[in-house]
């Protein structure tokens, strides 16, 4: 695809993921303010000019011009310049009338909504069946140890499982990292599975350059997931669900560095030093060239996720909370500078993501929305004003006061928070900025 159709894909699925997550995110808000019978003038897909539209009682239902999420327009919020007398109506249907726990739901029901948005769109994909890498999902048996990293001067080896992090257990790949990402420059305790014993082993994670994440110098095992008949690989005796730690004494990493390793042998026998079962095996291998390069004939382990309704809206809570907790640590240590702002995603980095996605298939590209909606549900909780946890917030202390505060001072706090959230997104941007090839070398 050229540079211009890349382009143009990602700005497409950009607009498809950011306008699902902010339209559910806005229909919280409405859904709720209408079931309270607030006076609700706007509710609007997209933003600038109204497009079209129809009348839901006193509420406009419209699609404008940008398409980038929407908006509700309540009747008495701080910014409602379509009624300056909000009790001339005298029906108490403004939302500054209401009962402060009326107004704390209405608030509330914009991040509720992302979560609920997760949770639906993760019970369809479990249903329907999805395909993720096996690596995430298997046990957490080491198959390389980067030579001179932490764990190399542990003692760590191939074919130990890390149980348990610091005391708390790990049974996967995907928990494993994420608990040393979060670590970084730090002492760990690991409890690890060795020839059928268990012992602690202390390592300090170091961190990279750039992001400062959290690492030891692990990688899972690279398991064959295909051996295609006919070819060198079955011809050896390799078998689905053996893993490759090394070929020709180069540790394996992942399975992406296979083809480039075969590809370079040029006719050569190479040496497959393998892990089956819990031992460890060596299988010579002559790769052939069938016209498209040296081969032996094998494909990457997948696993596919697939369940029955009620199991598949558990699994989806499930995963849910859990990135929830995560997310809430890791927004803890980004506070702390314990891990980089670099981690953050930004616009461009969104749409490069909702593009490579979609290039995919559909699966990929909903399950970036369910991952990305959760995150913007949880941000909107940061008590930060204009965002939802900033009015919370305000709503929470004038309740312990027992009285609101003026308008002239919600207008302080708001442009306050206002200022403080421009200089967020625009750090966020400039880390965007500093991913990418062209402006790289220029930013520092």
């Known amino acids: 695809m050229s540079g211009a159709g890349a382009l143009l894909q990602n700005t497409g699925a950009f607009i498809v993921v950011l306008g699902l997550m902010i339209f559910f995110h806005e229909f919280g808000h409405f859904i709720t303010a209408k079931a309270f019978g607030m006076r609700v003038f706007i509710f609007s897909f997209g933003f600038g000019r109204r497009l079209l539209g129809f009348k839901w009682g006193e509420t406009d239902l419209r699609v404008s011009l940008i398409p980038l999420g929407g908006y509700v327009k309540l009747e008495g919020e701080l910014d409602d310049a379509i009624s300056e007398d909000t009790s001339a109506r005298g029906d108490g249907k403004d939302f500054t009338s209401r009962p402060r726990w009326q107004r704390f739901i209405v608030y509330l029901a914009g991040p509720a909504m992302n979560a609920v948005l997760t949770i639906a769109v993760l019970t369809v994909l479990y249903m329907n069946g999805f395909q993720v890498e096996g690596s995430l999902y298997d046990r957490p048996i080491i198959g390389s140890v980067e030579a001179g990293s932490p764990a190399a001067a542990a003692g760590l080896r191939p074919g130990d499982e890390i149980v348990a992090i610091d005391g708390k ?54 398991r064959v997931g295909q051996v295609l008949p006919g070819k060198p690989a079955q011809a050896a005796g390799l078998r ?82 859990g990135m929830t907790k995560l ?44 991952v990305i909606s959760l995150q913007i549900g949880i941000m909107n909780l940061f008590p930060l004003p204009p965002l939802d946890g900033g009015h919370l917030a305000i709503l929470l202390f004038e309740g312990l006061l027992r009285r609101d505060f003026s308008v002239t001072v919600k207008a302080w706090i708001m442009n306050a928070g206002a200022m403080a959230l421009f200089l967020l997104l625009g750090l966020v941007v400039y880390f965007d900025l500093s991913k990418t090839s062209l402006l790289s070398k220029y930013l520092p």
């Open 169 to 222: 257990p790990v049974t996967t790949w995907e928990s494993t990292e994420y608990a040393v990402m979060l670590r970084p420059d730090t002492a760990l305790n690991l409890r690890l599975r060795r020839d059928g014993q268990e012992l602690e082993v202390p390592v300090r994670s170091t961190s990279t350059s750039s992001d400062k994440v959290g690492t030891i110098g692990v990688h899972p095992l690279v």
């Open 240 to 321: 689905e669900n053996d893993a490759i730690l090394a070929i020709d004494g180069k540790p394996v990493r992942s399975f992406n560095e296979i083809p480039l390793i075969i590809g370079g042998a040029a006719g050569k026998t190479l040496t497959l030093t393998i892990w089956r079962d819990g031992k460890v095996l060596e299988v010579a291998v002559a790769p052939r060239d069938d016209g498209e390069g040296p081969r032996i004939g094998i494909g990457p382990r997948y696993v596919l996720q697939k369940f029955g309704f009620s199991q598949a809206v558990h699994e989806a809570t499930r995963w849910t909370w």
């Open 327 to 370: 997310t809430f640590e890791t927004l803890q240590r980004l506070l702390t500078a314990q891990i980089s702002p670099k981690t953050m995603m930004g616009p461009l980095q969104i749409a490069k993501a909702s593009g490579d996605a979609a290039r995919v298939g559909p699966g990929p590209l909903f399950y970036l929305v369910a």
